[in-house]
């Protein structure tokens, strides 16, 4: 029962499993037991099953302070500590030396410092002694003569070497530099004095080449642009010592048809032969030509020449800055008008160039008779009154003749300075 006490008033202590309620407490621990406390039965170590109870003994610590009766060796010296001399020997304890400093049996050093006594010093007679003095002289009079021909001959060679170092002079002359390379502007040329006081007026007449009317009859595109190419070559050689003469450089210019399929880097009327500054081209109508050609021959070869003689002009006008000039001056126009008379006066130049040409080789091209008969009244009856558009960009029939008529006379480019004529002599 749980009240019951069976050990003499001390209380039970609790089952397995039980828990402490309220107002419960756990008994205290009992400070004395009725039971006496005996040794059990001893048990051998060496049993089979007690191995691992074995431990290796381990020596107990050795105080260093301690005083021991004990007669074993000495303790090892700490580190750092002197060394004491062991008892009845004249070697010191600790580490030995090794190497070339045996026998260890020395106490003090291996060699002595104090060593032999040296030899006396030996005796030399008194004619030994005069000599070698003799031949110290004689050696000392010969260095300084040496020595006084090497300066002698070093202030022969080097000027005052002491108010300024020694050079080496070179032997070949220091090459002369080029003078600096200087830019200089030059002024430019005004447009209008480009065209007004060109040097190909200056340049003289052109001359008579001896070329020939080519006899290719131009009845066909493949024949017309034959003709065009023989008359091509008396051009280039009539012009070109000119141009050259005027200060420019002489380029020949191309050659082509009018074709919608070659065509070129300007545009221009499909039913005309012009030139094209851009790429240097001459471009013919074939398909006019070959017309002309069936209706009258000889008229047809007149204009033919008469045609390429002025786009040469152009070319001309081209290889002397006059075209871009005139081209500028057109762009500072003010009003339409200025600008076509600006057309008018390039146009009536290449017309005034073209006759001076002709006029120059009329011998070799046959511009003789009825040629010229046909030369004449077709340059007489061009001009703007005859152009469909009534644009008035080339020039009046009379004054085709102005311009034309005294350079086939006269053969020279002087004669051709539209650009310092009245409005009216281009108009």
């Given at each position: 029962?749980?009240?019951?006490?069976?050990d003499?008033g001390?209380t039970?202590?609790?089952?397995?499993?039980h828990?402490?309620?309220?107002?419960?407490?756990?008994?205290?621990?009992?400070a004395?037991?009725s039971?006496p406390?005996?040794?059990?039965k001893?048990?051998?170590?060496?049993?089979?099953?007690?191995?691992?109870?074995?431990?290796k003994a381990?020596?107990?610590?050795?105080?260093?302070?301690?005083v021991?009766?004990?007669?074993?060796?000495?303790?090892?010296?700490?580190?750092?500590a002197?060394?004491?001399?062991?008892t009845?020997?004249?070697?010191?304890g600790g580490?030995?030396?090794?190497?070339?400093?045996?026998?260890y049996?020395r106490?003090g050093a291996q060699?002595?410092?104090?060593?032999?006594?040296p030899?006396?010093?030996r005796k030399?007679?008194?004619v030994v002694?005069?000599?070698?003095?003799a031949?110290?002289?004689?050696?000392t009079?010969?260095v300084g003569?040496?020595?006084?021909?090497a300066?002698?001959?070093y202030?022969?060679?080097?000027?005052n070497?002491?108010?300024r170092?020694s050079?080496h002079?070179?032997t070949a002359?220091?090459?002369?530099l080029?003078d600096?390379t200087?830019?200089?502007?030059?002024?430019?040329?005004k447009?209008?004095?480009?065209?007004?006081k060109?040097?190909?007026?200056?340049?003289?007449?052109?001359?008579?080449?001896?070329?020939?009317?080519?006899?290719v009859?131009p009845?066909s595109?493949?024949?017309?642009?034959r003709?065009?190419q023989?008359?091509?070559p008396?051009l280039?050689?009539?012009w070109?010592?000119?141009?050259?003469?005027?200060?420019?450089?002489?380029?020949?210019p191309k050659?082509?048809?009018?074709?919608?399929?070659?065509?070129?880097?300007?545009?221009?009327?499909?039913?005309?032969s012009?030139?094209c500054?851009?790429?240097?081209?001459?471009?013919?109508?074939?398909?006019?030509?070959?017309?002309?050609?069936k209706?009258?021959?000889?008229?047809a070869?007149?204009?033919?020449?008469?045609?390429?003689?002025?786009?040469?002009?152009?070319?001309v006008?081209?290889m002397?800055e006059?075209?871009?000039a005139?081209?500028?001056l057109?762009?500072w126009?003010?009003?339409?008008a200025?600008?076509?008379e600006?057309?008018?006066?390039?146009?009536?130049?290449a017309?005034?160039?073209?006759a001076?040409?002709?006029?120059?080789?009329?011998?070799?091209?046959?511009?003789?008779?009825a040629k010229?008969?046909a030369?004449?009244?077709?340059t007489?009856?061009?001009?703007?009154e005859?152009?469909?558009?009534k644009?008035?960009?080339?020039?009046s029939?009379?004054?085709?003749?102005f311009?034309?008529?005294p350079?086939f006379?006269?053969?020279?480019?002087a004669?051709c300075?539209?650009y310092?004529?009245?409005?009216?002599?281009?108009s």
């Amino acid at each position: 029962m749980p009240d019951e006490k069976p050990d003499g008033g001390a209380t039970a202590q609790p089952a397995a499993g039980h828990f402490l309620t309220e107002g419960e407490s756990a008994p205290l621990p009992t400070a004395h037991r009725s039971q006496p406390i005996a040794l059990g039965k001893a048990r051998a170590l060496s049993g089979p099953g007690e191995s691992a109870l074995r431990r290796k003994a381990r020596p107990l610590p050795v105080d260093p302070e301690a005083v021991s009766v004990y007669s074993g060796p000495p303790v090892a010296p700490l580190p750092g500590a002197p060394t004491t001399p062991l008892t009845g020997t004249r070697r010191t304890g600790g580490a030995r030396r090794v190497g070339w400093n045996r026998p260890y049996s020395r106490a003090g050093a291996q060699y002595n410092q104090v060593g032999p006594p040296p030899p006396p010093p030996r005796k030399y007679s008194n004619v030994v002694v005069a000599g070698l003095s003799a031949l110290v002289l004689v050696v000392t009079a010969s260095v300084g003569v040496a020595c006084f021909k090497a300066i002698s001959s070093y202030d022969s060679s080097v000027d005052n070497p002491l108010s300024r170092p020694s050079v080496h002079r070179p032997t070949a002359p220091i090459p002369t530099l080029p003078d600096p390379t200087v830019t200089k502007t030059v002024p430019g040329v005004k447009d209008i004095d480009r065209v007004q006081k060109n040097e190909i007026y200056k340049a003289g007449k052109l001359a008579a080449v001896g070329c020939k009317e080519p006899s290719v009859r131009p009845t066909s595109q493949v024949t017309t642009l034959r003709y065009f190419q023989g008359l091509l070559p008396c051009l280039n050689e009539a012009w070109k010592p000119l141009i050259e003469k005027a200060g420019y450089t002489f380029r020949a210019p191309k050659l082509t048809l009018v074709s919608a399929k070659v065509p070129t880097a300007c545009t221009g009327e499909s039913d005309s032969s012009y030139y094209c500054g851009t790429d240097e081209t001459i471009a013919i109508d074939w398909q006019d030509y070959v017309a002309m050609y069936k209706r009258d021959p000889i008229d047809a070869r007149v204009w033919m020449m008469d045609v390429m003689a002025h786009e040469y002009g152009h070319h001309v006008q081209d290889m002397t800055e006059m075209l871009t000039a005139v081209g500028s001056l057109q762009g500072w126009a003010k009003t339409e008008a200025a600008e076509l008379e600006l057309n008018r006066r390039l146009e009536l130049q290449a017309t005034c160039f073209g006759a001076a040409f002709l006029g120059a080789n009329k011998a070799g091209l046959g511009l003789t008779g009825a040629k010229l008969q046909a030369w004449e009244f077709d340059t007489k009856h061009s001009g703007d009154e005859y152009n469909p558009k009534k644009v008035r960009d080339h020039g009046s029939r009379a004054n085709q003749w102005f311009w034309g008529g005294p350079a086939f006379d006269s053969g020279n480019p002087a004669s051709c300075n539209t650009y310092t004529a009245s409005a009216k002599r281009v108009s």
